[in-house]
């Protein structure tokens, strides 16, 4: 009955009136606020054809009350007369709300409308007017701002932030009804409440009207939403555990692809929403555009030293590690062209916006949650054991002809022939421990909310054990509303510090150890007769970061229909690398010297945001407009200094002890200028339609091309709406129809790029000089995306499945790349639009519902997946440009080339790959052929939470299917370096069928394998992502410890992963893999 | 407020926020502009400096004398560390690791589009003074000269760029030879007048206007402009306040490589002493000094001091160049890359008074031989051996200098006799050019391919 119908309208009219009943956005309308007394003015009022909804509108208007009546009450199209002169509001309320079936109720200054229940149940005599109090909860704690209506006295109550409520007057026999967005509504016997003192409420098995953040802070729910978008919640973060939110992300939302490319604390995941739109390959150019709290986030990592710890294997370090993902109440991720046309220009490869969470009104609140880890590596690699190593380092130089020497070999001669170690056992086998905290003070009053937090992490990783992350954030909001509610202001503050010193070392290079070497001389020093890994941990490797983002948003009123806001924001990331190599951790062969690089980087930005808001619904008809700027500039700085030949390890202290100094500096800086409007109609909650336009300008095109056009439609048919999907097919509660179409500009191309840059040299002559850097063309101008996107969506049996189906169609145009020129133009390529086209489509499936649920447990499931296909419809000239062996008409533009691998010829054990171009030799290029593709053919991910009594279980499974690589090669046997087992089904002799070519010590011999497609293996994977068990205690021991909620819990990461794939891990390859772990831990509010 | 009202406030903020160019100006640090490079002398002999500084990149002090040494008859290679990349070089094949030779003829154009840049930019400043723009362009025109003279020699046809407008760049077809060495000559005989005489440091690292001449009167020989060569070299030889040969010793402070050597006109400043490609010569092993039939290493008489003093025994494999001798930053002791020297100038005026039938032909090869301590030809020597006597005393004193033996012998036409013996079975008479990088066709279809690389 009270079950909630969202109105777009009518929730944004909610939204700003009262800070008090934000949360009621959902559920009740507020029709205005400051009422003296109710039925102190008198009212005039005639009309023909009103519906309720314009009754209370008027009433509102004329009499200044405060008016509470859920949202589906007055969805009714029921029509009367109404004819009212100098009437008390009153008056009104009785003489025509029994004409919608509708009751009211007096509460001080408020008006509660309810549903006249047909059959009154009569109080009962033994308990009238006993008050009743309750409190209510879910798995994930207290809940706040719950409606709790008595079904006989329609007396209304709002939970307070600990969960309780108080209902005056309630009988034991009376039906107390609950309802909360997200939630399953519950109808309790009050006696029942009175009993156990509390009320336990489950999340509803669909989202249908689970309110989604837009852009620029505008709410929309599932219902009338018309742009594709995914809502990931804190409860779903939360059951994780892990150290960067991006992470929790990954097999989560539908048409996101995350790739963890390595498991060392603070890596950066690679994100691609809706596949690679972009030819630019700088991985810069393809990332989505990240909002903190409004904010835009520089996402991108900010480290010039590439040999640095988090560096390593182009992992780079993640500015979103900061984020501890705890703070976050949800993310949004938005897809399509009308979730993102707002962004412009930059959201062109998709927006994710961080919502930290927030305070609530209600007494003061902490929040504590302390989890510790422990993780180690979740896969060994069976390596030669010394007798099959010493025996392919024979066989390699036999097959090649060559007597070993004790100098090129000295694992043959000069160690043990019969030492072991298993390397992974040894060094690799460690557990890496991670604590984490985060405490968070809130409360407020209906004016004034704050929270204030701070958190803390030290994330260590298995080889370095000295070494690790450290992390610490603290964060503030508060939020202002005047006494009149016209005038409102937030803030917010986010900051954060760390420090990672974690040693550089490719866990490759360990594994890869010969089984009889000894890192160390029997003297103590390092072993150098073959590169010594353990060198690096003598080398000094520090990342200093620090992260702060502030902003303040004044916004007002105008009138009930018109707000104005302007959101000024600013953020200031800094990276500081240190990077020492000292004489003791080099080969002293190769008579070294220290070096030593000092950077540092950073970034500040500066956005201006105004905006005006207007909404305004007549009848059947809702309008919205928003008009808005966005003015961004972007301030970015390196400074690095490189010091070279320190005679002696104590004098690198100071870089005036160098031999020599290279010092660099850039800066660069980037304005982006727009002016948008989205205007949206709404008839009846059925037909929906969205315009959005916009101008973009940005600094990084020529005055004359600065600016672009953009626009997006989308649309909404809510067929569940119509009378007759009512009548013929109950068993949708919703059936709705979406689609849009809009074009979005690009402009990732970097920064004054239109003209030409003169820059330091990189070498001396005598001093730096300058020189140019790129060929002047100020004629190039933004790369356009056109995005098509259909879905339909639906509910079913009483919520309890919701599918989803989504169709889209990204082709990116008039890309912006360095065109290949001839060199005979001063410069291999110019910044120029290509007319190459590049197509993103595919499907998305998101499936969610409640197979089962009694009163006991609960099971609700949850499956999406993506099919993506990503290919170049076109590239003019693509042969004769250097893109011929990395891009190919109608493939994907992740692909990886080689020869086309035949097998190993039988009589000589050498590899045999095509011969393309049947000149009679094998070379590159002219036989490479595109073989495979990393981009997987389908991903997605299957969770399923149980929830019994107090305990909850969720297991989440995520999965890439039809994806290839990364490669690994197979080593010569004239390198000092040990190879996994599999190799051992080498050619051995004159007959052998096998795929594995023989040992030799020649890279060339292998040349025709390593760079053929035998060595790109599937890497195709499931994994159980995240196994989380909680406990929520009882509200009898809360009560007992004086604490509101407590929930502890087990998480296990990467439990296991099913795949062929024969690295380390099939995203990271042979790099650190992600680690597999076990959490433990505790959250609770006090 | 009525509907219309917001729509116009709507309208007059959506056209004010996006009408804002002011707005977007961008003021870039750390970056000049092009304009700006050229608005004062210290920045427009920044930018100088960034063009020597290129100069002294890939096409000289990297590959330059060792493709050239292994096309003619004075290297070969040297261990297994021989790359494969140079293997079509010293073969005369197109194969299919051709990087290193993309990158030579990349690197010369890449410094040309410099030089251009420079020329242009100077011309067009409104605020460099008519002197400075003059020595500017002078130096900017001597390394355009340069460059083109050795990719005219290394290709043959070329494209001819003077501009830096891409649109137009990009299409420019392969020239005939002839305008390339009139494009030559018209800068080199620019850069005699507008360069001043002085050097403006002290270790000869930039061109003054003898460089101007002595590098026209080498290029003169090949346009076979005699008397151009003859005033030029004359010119320079001349000049004796600022030249003089240097003594051949094995002290290496006295090398005639040394950095403060007199006999240097022009020489590249480099950091860590002369490299070849990544191999330092003190290190050598990738490459060896040719000892097939004719070597050089049979060349010299037993008395001259060159063959000790150019040559030294290789560690690894027969013999190696020993010109430049530093292996390390020393402090103590500087090498830079000569480009220049007094002794060319010298066999350049013998050479033509020989072709104008002028006396003094022996004299001035005597000049060169006398400070080798070789048998000095003296008047007596018949006019009829002249030629095959300069080209000998060229190879004897520039070898591995400078592609000399390579542009020499082609330039005398003596590439298919002396190399069918030196590398018989592989020499071919295509080899005389080098194989335009494929890369270069595709991005350019202008572009021709030499014979014998088809």
Known sequence: MLKTKLNLMYQKNTSYRSAVFLRLVHLFILLAVVPAVVNAQRMNFNARHVTIKQLLEELRRQNNSEIVVSSDLIRSTHEIDVDVKNATT????????????????????????????????????????????????????????????????????????????????????????????????????????????????????NGLDVVSVLAYGQHVSRRTNTGSSVKVTAEEIEKTATANPILAL??????????????????????????????????????????????????????????????YSGAYDSPLKSIDPSSIATIEVLKDADATAIYGARGANGVILITTKKGKPGPLALDVDVYTSSARIAKKINMMNTAEYLQMRREAAANDGITPTAAAYPDLFKWSQTAYTDWQQAYLNRSAHTTNAEVNVSGGTSKTRYLVGAGFRKEMTIYDLKNGLMLGNGRANISHQSANNKFRVSGIANFSTDKNDVAAINPSEIITLPPNYSPYNEDGTLNWDKSNPLATTLKTTKNKSRNIQLSVSPEYWFTEDLKGKVMMGYSDTRLDQTYISPIASQNPNNSPKGQATFVNGSVRSYTVEPQLDYHHTWKKHGLTALLGGTYIVNKSATSSNFAFGFPADSLMGDIKNAAAIDSNKTAAMYKFLSGFTRLGYNYNNTYIVNLTFRRDGSSRFAPA??????????????????????????????LKLRGSYGITGNDNIGDYKYFVNYLKTYGQYETYGLSPTNLFNDTYRWEENKKADVALETTMFSNRLSVDVNYYVNKSGNQLVEYPLGTQTGFGSVVMNLGAVVQNSGWEFTVSGTPLKDKKLLWNSRL????????????????????????????????????????????TGAPVVRDQNRDGAISYPADYSPLMTSLPACYGGLGNTFNYGNISLDVFFSFKINRYGPPISMPTGGDI?????????????????????????????????????????????????????????????????????????????????????????????????????????????? | MTMKNYCIILLTGLLLLSGC??????????????????????????????????????????????????????????????????????????????????????????????????INGVTESATLTDAVKSRISGEAKFVRALLYYYLVNYYGDVPIVTETNYNVTRNIPRMPAKDVYAQITKDLKEAVVQLPDAYRTTERTRVNKYAAMALLARVSLFTRDWQTALDMSAAVIGKSDLYEMGELAADTTLNIFHSDSRETIFQLW???????????????????????????????????????????????NGYKPYKYRLADADPSYKEYYVVLRLAEQYLIRAEARMELGLPGVTDDIDVVRARAGAPLLGNSFPAAGYRDALVTERRLELCFENADRWFTLKRTGRADAVMSQAKPGTWKSTAVLYPVPRIEIQNNPLLKQNDGYQ
């Open chain 1, 864 to 907: 999406n997946i993506s099919l993506q296909r990503n290919k170049l419809l076109s590239f003019p000239g693509l042969a004769n440009s250097s893109y011929n062996t990395i891009y190919a008409i109608g493939r994907p533009l992740s692909l990886y080339w080689g020869f086309e691998f035949l097998g190993i010829d039988p009589a």
């Open chain 1, 250 to 311: 990954q097999g989560r939302v539908a048409g996101m692809n995350v790739n963890i490319t390595s498991g060392l604390p603070g890596a950066h995941p690679k994100v691609q929403i809706r596949g690679v739109n972009t030819l630019n390959m700088d991985g810069r150019a393809q990332n989505p555009l990240y909002i903190v709290d409004g904010v835009p986030f520089p996402a991108n990592s900010l480290a010039v030293v590439s040999n640095n710890g988090t560096t």
């Open chain 2, 270 to 316: 480099t950091t860590y002493g002369v490299a070849v490609g990544s191999y330092t010569l003190s290190s050598w092993s990738s490459f060896a000094v040719a000892d097939g039939p004719g070597s050089i290493l049979n060349g010299y008489d037993p008395t001259d001091k060159r063959k000790y003093n150019f040559i030294a025994p290789n560690d690894y």
């Open chain 1, 90 to 205: 009153e008056e009104v309320l009785q003489r025509f709300l029994s004409r919608f079936n509708l009751a009211y109720k007096v509460d001080g200054k408020t008006i509660i409308i309810t549903a006249r229940e047909s059959n009154p149940v009569p109080p009962s005599p033994v308990d009238t007017s006993k008050p009743l109090k309750g409190a209510v909860s879910s798995l994930a704690g207290k809940l706040e701002s719950v409606t709790v209506i008595n079904r006989r006295t329609g007396e209304v109550a709002i939970t307070a932030a600990n969960g309780i409520f108080i209902l005056h007057d309630a009988a034991d026999a009376d039906t107390v009804q609950l309802t909360m967005l997200g939630y399953e509504k519950l109808l309790v016997k009050a006696a029942d409440i009175r009993k156990n003192g509390q009320v336990m409420m489950t999340t509803a098995a």
């Open chain 1, 705 to 734: 091309n600065r600016y672009g056009n953009f626009w997006s439609v989308g649309a909404a048919w809510v067929l569940s709406e119509e009378k007759w999907v009512r009548n013929h097919l109950p068993l949708f509660n919703l």
């Open chain 2, 21 to 118: 160019d002011k707005l977007l100006e961008v003021k870039p640090e750390y970056i000049l502009t092009g304009k700006e490079a050229y608005a004062t002398e210290a920045t427009a002999d920044s930018v100088l400096t960034g063009l020597y500084n290129s100069l002294a990149g890939a096409p000289f002090t990297g590959d330059g004398f060792l493709l050239s040494g292994l096309s003619a008859d004075e290297l070969k290679p040297g261990d297994a560390s021989f790359m494969a990349d140079y293997n079509f070089i010293y073969n005369y094949t197109l194969g299919s690791q051709e990087s290193s030779t993309n990158s030579f003829w990349g690197g010369f154009y890449k410094t040309i589009h410099i030089s251009n840049a420079i």
């Open chain 1, 977 to 1086: 370096t040990n190879m996994p087992v599999y190799f051992l089904q080498r050619w051995k002799a004159k007959g052998d069928e096998t795929e594995i070519p023989a040992y030799t010590t020649s890279s060339s011999k292998l040349y025709g394998y390593n760079s053929s497609g035998a060595i790109i293996k599937d890497a195709s994977y499931i994994r159980l992502s995240s196994l989380s068990l909680s406990y929520n205690f009882s509200a009898n021991v809360l009560k007992r410890l004086h604490i509101r909620s407590l929930r502890l819990y087990a998480t296990g990461n990467n439990l296991f992963t099913i795949t062929r794939y024969p690295g380390l891990d099939p995203e990271a390859g042979m790099y650190m893999p992600p680690l597999r772990s076990f959490s433990f831990g505790l959250r609770t509010q006090i």
